[in-house]
Each structure stands twice: as structure tokens, then as C-alpha cells.
């Protein structure tokens, strides 16, 4: 028998992720329907999955659940993702590995590495500046800053330029909606990737502008809303750093353990993902007749994983509720799986472990100033402002 949330809560309003708890909705779909199906409403029906296990069989098979119609709920009036077949989130193999190709190697493991020197720049200019301040919002005035900083050293947007992307980029972030719809942001970009076309520079802009897929080059269209996805990216990023400096705020024992002993940074930053899981979802569509523990799924219908709820399964993870930084193994799914697994994971782990070595580095102290305030958002989850003061040594 299909069993409906309806009977007990509507995952797809905003106001259960801001006010609401609905890690308590999924721990109850875990132990009594973990595939269920979500009736259509302003939403397509979608069966949502809960279970750590069968979110990441659903990664891990990119030929049955396909990324191509849009990895995003979105209202029916609007139909699918615009964007399906173009990008490196919303292409399946062979295509998908293709396009990752061209990207790959400003997010390897080498790659990162060069870039470390302008990531601890970068994250000391932040800090720096913040406890200047006074009273800052960590989510706004550190992690953001700090994210959009990295990727458009990444992309190639010029230094001068980065205040300009952050406020477009928040600008978007406020508003709940996509950057390929800002026009002043669409505009730099055109503008960048023409000057790219004539002068070619060591970038991933240039890497786009001058790679081939299949041995096409890739369309304007293309080029264009890969950027616009890397840089709209940077949301999940910051509310990652910013869901671990609060983590540790609300967790003062784990904090110092980290001053302690700096060798845990890395088990830390694991933690930190898992906990925080940002990204609230993700949607495949199915291509063909499947099961799922039993339950038929139809060609066409679409599966949404609840990410923050696989990574508090119980059946995976011991006392899944406690943060804790010396937790293994953490086989945590926080930046997915499979063929699409995040490109950037590389480098948000880096940026993690250098930001908060900095503060332990730098900062004589951090402390919260006002309460935190979630996001009303079904797409990502966090703290939309965390005011802070932080204490320069």
C-alpha cells in the first residue's frame, strides 16, 4: 500500500524547513515509509526516499534515475529544468563524464593544492575584516565572502571584480532565485567569456570557452549556465562553513577538543558535512519500470532524496543526533554519490580545514551575539544569518 505524507506533513512547504522539524518527519519515514509517495500539489508527486541506502543506490545507478529533467523540485507551472542535457548537475553519462572532464581538473586533488595559497589569503582577509566590524553575520560577512572568493579565482573572475559577484550572487540567494535570471550577473559573464574567446588565461572560464565535448565545442548557452552552477554552488558551500561554525558554538566541548588536537581537522570537516548535509534534497527522474523495497516506480516519476535525513539514519550512524568530530567511520553522503558526486568536494574540505585553523589561529574568541534564523528553503538547508562577534588575538 503506498503510504502518503500527507497524513502527516508536506515536506515541499519552506516553513516546515524555517520553523518547523523536519528531521523528525524523516526519522518517522525511515522506521515506518521510507519510500512514500507525495502527492502533486504546487509540486509534481514525487516518491521520497529517506533511507541512507537507497539514496545512494539511486546515485550510484545514473541509467535508471536520470538527472537530465532538473535535480530540483520546482513548481509544475514552470515544467522541467530549462537547463537538462547543458549542465554538468543536469547530464547523464556518457555526456555527463565528458563535461566533468573539462572542469575536472581546477577541483582535483592538485588542483586545490595550488590553490591553497589563495584560500588561506583569502579566509585571513575575511576574518580579518569581520572583527573589524565588531558584530558580523557569519553566514554573509565570512563563509560567503569566502566562497565567492575561491570560485572566481577559480572561474577567472579578476580580483577587483569579487565584490560585485557577491553582491549579485546574495542578491540572488535573498530573492530564491536562480543567478541566470540576474541580469547584471548573465551580463559580466557574457562579457568574461568573450574576453576569453579573444585571450585565453590559465581559467576554468578559458577551459569552458576553448574545450569540446565529443568534439563539439560547447554552446554560449552551455558555457554560461555551468558558471552560473559553479558560482550558484557557493550557497551550499557557505552554509556548510557557516553550519560548522555553529555546530561548534551550540558544541563548545568540541570545540576545544579541536583546539586540543589539530590532527582531528579532517574527521572534523567529515562531521561538519554530514551535519549540516546543505543541500536538502535532490530529484532523478526514473527512466524505466524499477522497485524500490518493494514499491513499483514508474517510468517518469520522480524520486526525491532527502539528503539530511540519509545522513541521520540510524541504521548507518551511531547516535546520528550527536555532533561529533571523532566520529568513524562516516560514510556520510552529504555531497552525493556515484557518477555525480560533487566536483568541488575537494575543495570545500580545504576550505573547511583552512578556515578553521585560521580562527583557532587568529581569534582570541568567537561568540554568538543573537539567535540563528533558517532558511525557509526546500532546496538547501541552514542557517540563513548567524551574528557573531569574533575577538582578533
Request: charge should be negative; aromatic fraction near 6%; include cysteine.
Amino acid at each position: 500500500m503506498t503510504v502518503s505524507t500527507t497524513s502527516f506533513t508536506d515536506l515541499t512547504d519552506p516553513g516546515l524547513h524555517a520553523t518547523g522539524d523536519p528531521h523528525a518527519v524523516w526519522r518517522w519515514m525511515r522506521a515506518e515509509a521510507p519510500v512514500c509517495w507525495h502527492p502533486p500539489a504546487e509540486m509534481p508527486g514525487f516518491w521520497s526516499l529517506t533511507r541512507h541506502e537507497d539514496v545512494r543506490a539511486v546515485y550510484r545507478d545514473p541509467a535508471t534515475f536520470s538527472s537530465a529533467r532538473g535535480v530540483l523540485l520546482r513548481p509544475v507551472r514552470l515544467g522541467d529544468d530549462p537547463g537538462g542535457g547543458l549542465t554538468l548537475a543536469l547530464s547523464d553519462p556518457p555526456r555527463h563524464k565528458r563535461l566533468r572532464s573539462l572542469m575536472a581538473e581546477w577541483f582535483s586533488t592538485r588542483g586545490v593544492r595550488r590553490l591553497e595559497e589563495h584560500i588561506r589569503s583569502a579566509t585571513s582577509a575575511v576574518l580579518a575584516r569581520a572583527a573589524e566590524t565588531g558584530e558580523c553575520d557569519f553566514v554573509h560577512d565570512v563563509a560567503g565572502r569566502l566562497s565567492i572568493s575561491v570560485i572566481c579565482h577559480i572561474i577567472g573572475v579578476p580580483a577587483e571584480d569579487h565584490e560585485d559577484l557577491f553582491r549579485w550572487t546574495n542578491e540572488a540567494f535573498e530573492a530564491h532565485t536562480s543567478l541566470a535570471a540576474h541580469q547584471r550577473f548573465m551580463a559580466y559573464f557574457i562579457d568574461l567569456m568573450d574576453r576569453r574567446e579573444a585571450e585565453p588565461a590559465d581559467d576554468l572560464m578559458s577551459a569552458l570557452v576553448h574545450g569540446e565535448v565529443d568534439g563539439e565545442p560547447l554552446t554560449e548557452e552551455e558555457i554560461l549556465l555551468n558558471c552560473e552552477n559553479l558560482v550558484g554552488a557557493t550557497e551550499n558551500g557557505r552554509l556548510a562553513l557557516a553550519g560548522g561554525m555553529l555546530a561548534f558554538l551550540e558544541h563548545p566541548d568540541q570545540w576545544r577538543l579541536l583546539r586540543e588536537n589539530r590532527e582531528l581537522l579532517p574527521g572534523a570537516g567529515e562531521e561538519i558535512l554530514r551535519w549540516t548535509s546543505s543541500a536538502t534534497h535532490s530529484m532523478r527522474t526514473a527512466t524505466r519500470h524499477t522497485v524500490v523495497r518493494g514499491q513499483e516506480i514508474r517510468a517518469g516519476d520522480r524520486v526525491v532524496l532527502w539528503l539530511p535525513s540519509a545522513n541521520r539514519d540510524e541504521n548507518v550512524f551511531a547516535e546520528p543526533y550527536r555532533f561529533d568530530i571523532t566520529r568513524t567511520p562516516n560514510r556520510h553522503i552529504a555531497l552525493a554519490a556515484g557518477e555525480h558526486v560533487c566536483i568541488g568536494g575537494t575543495l570545500a574540505r580545504a576550505e573547511m580545514r583552512i578556515l578553521f585553523s585560521e580562527i583557532l589561529d587568529t581569534a582570541r574568541g568567537i561568540e554568538q551575539t543573537g539567535p540563528a534564523v533558517r532558511l525557509r528553503s526546500i532546496a538547501v538547508t541552514g542557517a540563513q544569518s548567524i551574528p557573531v562577534r569574533i575577538a582578533a588575538r
